[in-house]
């Protein structure tokens, strides 16, 4: 079973920057697309970014497209997330997952289909 650990958050001004990181537990990280989720208080989790698992493929949700950037290392079994221009709506809980079926090639976006969800880390974007 995955295990995911995510960090990187903190506190950031409105236009800065940040770099998630999650790294995973387990042989089988590069046989899986992973993504990154985020949950601000009082919303539903919400995708992010996606990546293939060869890293050919990545996607976007709309609200990010253009300021962030996701990566792997299937070496170190690790994904990232590079967010740039934050902006205040962009504070929330951001969390990894591992797709549940591996060799996806599918740009897959509902919770559902994710599994091993860290514990999250906290970012804060003020205006």
């Known amino acids: 079973q995955v295990q995911l650990v995510e960090s990187g958050g903190g506190l950031v001004q409105a236009g800065g920057s940040l770099r998630l990181s999650c790294a995973a537990s387990?042989?089988?990280?590069?046989?899986?697309?992973m993504g990154w989720f985020r949950q601000a208080p009082g919303k539903e989790r919400e995708f992010v970014a996606g990546?293939?698992?060869?890293?050919?493929?990545?996607y976007y949700a709309d609200s990010v497209k253009g300021r962030f950037t996701i990566s792997r290392d299937n070496a170190k079994k690790t994904v990232y997330l590079q967010m740039n221009r934050l902006k205040p709506e962009d504070t929330a809980v951001y969390y990894c997952?591992?797709?549940?079926?591996?060799?996806?090639?599918?740009?897959?976006?509902?919770?559902?289909?994710?599994?091993?969800w860290g514990q999250g880390t906290q970012v804060t974007v003020s205006s």
């Open positions: 387990g042989r089988t990280f590069s046989s899986y697309t």
């Open positions: 990546i293939t698992w060869s890293g050919g493929t990545t």
């Open positions: 997952a591992r797709r549940l079926v591996d060799y996806s090639f599918t740009r897959d976006t509902e919770t559902t289909q994710y599994t091993g």
